[in-house]
């Protein structure tokens, strides 16, 4: 772990390199612990860091450093209940609504119905919240179905969409642009309910 | 009732308020009014505590249908009241069939009007404050109606002539080494603190983008972090661009450090195509400056 000055009332904590599901326990953790701190405005979390707003009239950079640090290394005295859940995401995939079905079986030399079983079989966590409200960043997708994004956005993809970038999965909450490969779609609609360290699963139904 | 009726909406307005806080981590960004320092003195004027207010651009004219009291702090967009030029940073003692008008821009970009008690609203996620992108509150538009508490006259309050900002001046702005700014080389840094910035056109309340010398970061993307209020992010094209109120909280390109809170507020009221340098500062004094600038507004943040 290593603590960062990031603004002059923001710090970042990096918990490590990469993406693993051991850092994001431990961003998690970290969240969860500093959230009981008083004077922060806010807390981010992403895949390897936690971003930390604090009150500038409470604490100077370096006093809060300190702060974070000693409440992070008691935390094995605090008892990490993990409130986490598993969300079902019923999900049609077909080539009329994933439009870019086609496109993640033959970039990954797959048939159609190979593609669905690995994306199902899988059971995501959520990363991070961002890029718009209620945007989960779901990891890891199977390597057998990594696709890079669109190389030119589209302007418009459908709320519900399921897509994939990279090794990530997502449903768009909105109508939103976005350069990710749509392979399906969710009526699902419970989009704040998702919280970083969720784990999610999608469902096949016809 | 009483309040304004909306004649015209200008290039753009919206309701803010000083922000909306604790939501990052579900993806909601702080939006709130982009010049916090006229926002705040509008609050101040009228002994308002974080209520809202109409933060706008030129065209906007509005209709009182009672007697009210406002503030009007920020750009100079050419205030008239019944089409009588009055000055702003300042309060002022509207009667019922007034019509208040900002028909050209003289200086600045963004105007702030304020009413005693703010307007009557639903507050979302803690805050009055707009944010289009994630379906929170409107543009105003021709025909709103915003509702107003009646109140008793309120005495007229001046800001300081001294305290007043002069928009036309050359931006020399702050910022804080931070975040990855290993990954931008001495000539690198040293290229970004001796060139001159060109705002452009693609600058709105989500972030401003500016025009100059390229700026190299040694890696092109990293994985996606949370992005603080002011951070420079540096993408592929090495073009700068300044991430302010309506940022997404997240991002993954390399930032070479952060602007000084206060210096975003400036930042606002610059209009496209104007030249703006930097400077760096330290951490201690920069908390310096905010710790003073908090106190001197305390009472209109509470």
């Known amino acids: 772990m290593h603590i960062k000055i990031s603004s002059v009332d923001t710090l970042i904590i990096y918990f490590g390199e990469g993406i693993s599901q051991e850092i994001l326990d431990q961003v998690q953790r970290a969240y969860r612990v500093l959230k009981s701190i008083e004077g922060i405005i806010d807390l981010t979390p992403s895949y390897n860091s936690l971003l930390l707003e604090y009150d500038i009239m409470l604490y100077d950079y370096q006093t809060i450093q300190k702060r974070v640090k000693e409440t992070l290394l008691q935390k094995s005295t605090h008892t990490s209940s993990s409130t986490n859940k598993l969300i079902k995401i019923p999900t049609r995939y077909n080539q009329t609504l994933g439009i870019d079905l086609k496109r993640v079986a033959t970039l990954n030399k797959l048939s159609i119905q190979e593609v669905i079983a690995l994306h199902t079989q899988t059971i995501y966590r959520v990363y991070a919240i961002g890029f718009m409200v209620g945007f989960a960043y779901l990891a890891t997708v199977p390597k057998q179905i990594i696709t890079p994004r669109l190389s030119t956005p589209r302007a418009k993809v459908p709320k519900g969409s399921v897509a994939i970038a990279e090794h990530q999965t997502a449903i768009y909450p909105k109508d939103s642009a976005g350069g990710w490969n749509i392979i399906g779609h969710t009526e699902f609609d419970d989009f704040e309910s998702f919280e970083v360290g969720d784990s999610v699963q999608f469902v096949e139904v016809v | ?302």
């Not at chain 2, 990293?222 to 090495?238: L, R």
């Not at chain 2, 300044?242 to 210096?263: N, S």
């Not at chain 2, 610059?270 to 305390?298: L, Y």
Request: hydrophobic share 35%.
């Open chain 2, 1 to 302: 009732m009483s309040g304004f009726i909306v004649l015209n909406s200008g290039i753009f307005a919206t309701i803010q308020d000083s922000g909306r806080y604790g939501y990052t981590d579900r993806g909601v960004c702080h939006s709130g009014a982009l010049d916090m320092y006229a926002y705040l003195w509008s609050q101040m004027l009228l002994n308002n505590h974080n209520a809202n207010a109409i933060e706008f651009m030129t065209g906007l004219k509005l209709q009182a249908t009672a007697s009210l009291s406002i503030a009007i702090t920020g750009a100079n967009l050419t205030c008239k009241i019944n089409g009588v030029t009055k000055a702003i940073w300042q309060t002022h003692s509207l009667a019922k069939g007034d019509i208040i008008s900002f028909e050209k821009r003289v200086s600045g970009q963004r105007g702030y009007l304020a009413i005693k008690g703010g307007f009557v609203l639903e507050k979302v996620y803690g805050s009055y404050a707009t944010t289009l992108k994630e379906g929170i509150g409107m543009k105003l538009k021709r025909g709103d109606f915003l509702n107003s508490l009646p109140i008793d006259s309120f005495p007229l309050h001046r800001v300081r002539p001294s305290e007043i900002p002069e928009y036309q001046k050359p931006l020399l702005l702050r910022v804080l080494l931070s975040y990855q700014e290993e990954y931008f080389s001495a000539k690198e840094k040293k290229k970004f603190f001796h060139s001159d910035y060109e705002i452009g056109l693609q600058s709105d309340r989500m972030g401003y983008r500016l025009q100059g010398e390229p700026i190299n970061s040694s890696k092109k993307d990293i994985i996606s972090e949370g992005i603080a209020y002011g951070s420079i992010q540096i993408p592929q094209d090495g073009q700068p661009i300044l991430l302010l109120k309506e940022r997404q909280t997240l991002g993954g390109y390399p930032k070479i450090g952060t602007l000084l809170t206060i210096d975003c507020y400036k930042i606002a009221q610059a209009t496209i195509g104007s030249k703006v340098r930097f400077e760096t500062i330290e951490i201690a004094e920069a908390q310096k400056k905010m710790q003073t600038f908090n106190r001197c507004f305390r009472t209109a943040f509470i």
